[in-house]
Nanobody, 122 residues
């Protein structure tokens, strides 16, 4: 059973910074891809940033130069450093993991965290 647990969401003023963390648990050997998505009220869920096991990253255009995704493979944890936050970054942020290897199985499916609120407001 794979679980993703997010932390780090908060209320922050415009121009501020936050760091989100997401830890995957459940007898995991490795994870192919990990990423962050977000969903604002009345909008569809969108990709924010993604990083694969080889280290390649991709970002939504709206966050390039402000957000940085990283991962600690030994801890099966992905991070999202968010700088220069704007009110339009306000959303529920979801952690995603895809392609999970355990001792006995390969799970070629998407796993999601429960979501964490990020609010950017003065």
């Amino acid at each position: 059973q794979v679980q993703l647990v997010e932390s780090g969401g908060d209320l922050v003023q415009p121009g501020g910074s936050l760091r989100l963390s997401c830890a995957a648990s459940g007898s995991i050997l490795s994870i192919d891809g990990m990423g962050w998505y977000r969903q604002a009220p009345g909008k569809q869920r969108e990709l924010v940033a993604r990083i694969i096991s080889g280290g390649r990253r991709n970002y939504a255009d709206s966050v390039k130069g402000r957000f940085t995704i990283s991962r600690d493979n030994a801890k099966n944890t992905v991070y999202l450093q968010m700088n220069s936050l704007k009110p339009e970054d306000t959303a529920v942020y979801y952690c995603n993991a895809q392609g999970i290897w355990t001792m006995t199985h390969f799970y070629n499916k998407d796993y999601w965290g429960q979501g964490i609120q990020v609010t950017v407001s003065s």
